[in-house]
């Protein structure tokens, strides 16, 4: 089974700060990832999915990057919707489909 | 656009079943040749996958619940369903039916989820 680390846990920024959150698998998965931003009380959405490519809707501040099994999310200048939890979710031959543990973006 | 919204109780007793729905409505019907899932959020935790319905029928179960879990779909009500039997306090969480994107590898469309509390 896949595992997916996420770091760090925590990002304390302010707005208008860039943002880097790391997504770690545990073996090779291609380009099967995407990030999903989550809100509390709110549904998830999907932000970039196939690692790089930007969901419908979602700004161009937000791009997905990927160097063999290390994944990166980057949010280039943080607005102040922006402030959530941020995962990871992979799915190769089922099952299952995986999601990294979290990354909660902060203002400082 | 799909809109996705849960239903079912909010408290379940311990070793009872816990039968959710999730409707569909909106530019796609639930038997369009997608895969739709539910996933979970324990109090204070992530995410977590637990079972997801290929809506010509095949099912995928997470192998931890597997035992535990079943997943349908009917088509006449634009629904799919998730039961999950002798629950504890363990199966306490937020519930979010989803729908896959085309590729079935990610989810594009989620409901905005229920709070399940299993307690006597």
């Known amino acids: 089974e896949i595992v997916l680390t996420q770091s760090p846990a925590t990002l304390s920024l302010s707005p208008g700060e860039g943002a880097t959150l790391s997504c770690r698998a545990s073996?090779?998965?291609?380009?099967?990832l995407a990030w999903y931003q989550h809100k509390p009380g709110q549904a998830p959405r999907l932000l970039i999915y196939?690692?790089?490519k930007r969901a419908t809707g979602v700004p161009a501040r937000f791009s997905g990057s990927v160097s063999g099994t290390d994944f990166t999310l980057t949010i280039s200048s943080l607005e102040p919707e922006d402030f959530a939890i941020y995962y990871c979710?992979?799915?190769?031959?089922?099952?299952?489909?995986?999601f990294g543990g979290g990354t909660k973006v902060e203002i400082k | 656009q799909v809109q996705l919204q849960e239903s079912g109780p909010g408290l379940v007793k311990p070793s009872e079943t816990l039968s959710l729905s999730c409707t569909v409505s909106?530019?796609?019907?639930?038997?369009?040749?997608?895969?739709w899932g539910w996933i979970r959020q324990p109090p204070g935790k992530g995410l977590e996958w637990i079972a997801s319905?290929?809506?010509?029928?095949?099912?995928y179960y997470s192998p931890s619940l597997k035992s535990r879990l079943t997943i349908s779909g009917d088509t006449s009500k634009n629904q799919f369903s998730l039961k999950v039997t002798s629950v504890t306090a363990a199966d306490t969480a937020v519930y979010y039916c989803?729908?896959?994107?085309?590729?079935?590898?990610?989810?594009?469309?989620w409901g905005q989820g229920i709070l399940v509390t299993v307690a006597s």
């Open positions: 989803a729908r896959h994107d085309e590729s079935g590898y990610f989810l594009e469309y």
């Open positions: 909106g530019d796609f019907s639930y038997d369009n040749g997608f895969t």
């Open positions: 319905l290929y809506s010509r029928g095949t099912t």
């Open positions: 073996q090779v998965i291609s380009t099967y």
């Open positions: 196939d690692a790089f």
């Open positions: 979710q992979h799915r190769s031959n089922w099952p299952p489909l995986t």
